[in-house]
């Protein structure tokens, strides 16, 4: 029993530095934009179009995770993501051109992705209903801390002037890591991932071919829109803020990027307090919290001048987000009384989708608009996901209604 209990340990641990990987290859995006450019002789905005190579490779392996952990097993899916984290976040050092970069930051991207849906299946088949959602939850603080981490490490080795990519490299020794502990582990295959699921959610396998072809509540499809406008908005502010330092407040590069930092521990201090509120609110009203707080918090942002108000600024800004994401998950789940299989992976696809083309979209908003559009932008994505999680909470409540009238009619 013993050794059971060490190798779910290890399991977990490998999930959780998957999602820890996942968050340290986006967070440093805003503090390496200006030494990236200065490297290819390019502006900060061509700068961050390279990056859109690894946030179309995230959502592509996202969507290959899918059909991919039906027929290959968790053990040798993480081997495999591990050798490509490894080989792209070191060759990020040697290449020197635009393709090649973004070509690397693909590879970076499309491992990230299938490792976050790999760790979410191993963690559905370890952990029961009722741990289940808590280890979920620490996963969330698992992504903030190492937004907490690498947001701190990439300012300090950009302010001593080292490679714009050295983070990276750093990165890929936490890489070398899960490795290690893949190759010591014993995993979950995936018949029993989807045993546990089926089982979890009370159906057979009648019940699941009636659920694949039901039509889906119009607050689930709101809650997908819902997370793409979050991680648009919240990376349309968290790249483009530190340049925004620089450029309007003459903010020096390594302070300016110590803002990014100080937002991953409001959020990582929220998922925590989230664990505990949400079994005492409920699921939809912290919801509705963390979307009003989210949109409130970006606003002062705007008009702060001076460097000290902006980092307690961004810490309010990421605790008032309240776990914002896994909160509009388990909303969306709560509105079917048996969520079908592709339920989640479709939601999380809806935020990785804003996830990728954030890079894309934000820089043509500077090239045309500046810095503080780009801002503005973000904040605008936050009043937009307010108002559609608004609608689905109230379409929910109508079809609760809905739905004992038509029991009793017939």
């Known amino acids: 029993m013993a050794q059971i209990n060490v190798n779910q340990l290890r399991v977990t641990l490998v999930c959780f530095t998957a999602y820890f990987i996942m968050s340290s290859s986006l967070a440093p995006i805003g503090i390496v934009l ?22 179309l490779g995230i959502l592509l392996g996202s969507a290959l995770a899918i059909p991919w952990l039906n027929r290959v097993e968790l053990r040798s899916t993480f081997v495999l993501v591990s050798l490509m984290l490894i080989a792209a976040l070191l060759s990020l050092r040697l290449v020197s051109c635009a393709g090649a970069i973004r070509l690397s930051l693909g590879f970076v991207g499309l491992a990230s992705g299938m490792a976050l849906a790999a760790a979410a299946s191993a963690i559905t088949a370890m952990y029961s209903s009722e741990r289940r959602a808590s280890m979920l939850v620490v996963t969330d603080a698992s992504f903030s801390t190492a937004g907490i981490v690498m947001s701190f490490l990439a300012t300090q080795l950009v302010g001593a002037g080292w490679h714009w990519s050295s983070t990276y490299s750093f990165v890929a020794g936490v890489a070398l890591f899960m490795l290690l502990l893949v190759l010591l582990s014993d995993f979950p295959g995936s018949a029993q991932v989807s045993s546990k699921v089926d089982a979890a959610r009370g159906i057979d396998s009648r019940e699941g071919e009636t659920g694949k072809s039901s039509r889906w509540p119009i607050a689930v499809w709101l809650a997908a829109g819902a997370l793409f406008l979050y991680t648009l908005g919240q990376y349309s502010l968290l790249w483009w803020l530190p340049l925004h330092l620089e450029s309007a407040l003459d903010v020096p590069r390594d302070e300016a990027g110590t803002v990014v930092s100080w937002f991953w521990t409001g959020m990582f201090l929220a998922q925590l307090f989230a664990a505990w509120m949400v079994l005492r609110i409920g699921v939809h009203r912290l919801m509705l919290a963390g979307a009003l707080g989210g949109l409130l918090g970006t606003i002062p942002l705007l008009f702060a001048s001076e460097l000290h108000v902006l980092l307690w600024l961004a810490l309010l800004w990421g605790f008032a987000n309240m776990g914002l994401l896994k909160m509009v998950i388990a909303f969306a789940t709560l509105t079917m009384s048996a969520p079908p299989p592709k339920l989640v992976p479709t939601l999380l696809f809806g935020a990785t989708s804003g996830t990728a083309i954030s890079p894309l979209l934000t820089s043509w908003v500077v090239e ?23 609608i689905a909470t109230w379409s929910r409540k109508r079809e609760q209604v809905a739905s004992p009238r038509q029991a009793c009619s017939s």
């Open 34 to 55: 200006s030494p990236l450019a200065e490297q290819l002789g390019i502006s900060t905005a061509v700068a961050a179009r390279l990056f859109s190579g690894l946030t």
């Open 368 to 390: 045309g608009f500046g810095y503080a559009a780009v801002l503005r932008f973000g904040t605008l994505c936050y009043c937009v996901l307010f108002v559609l999680l608004c």
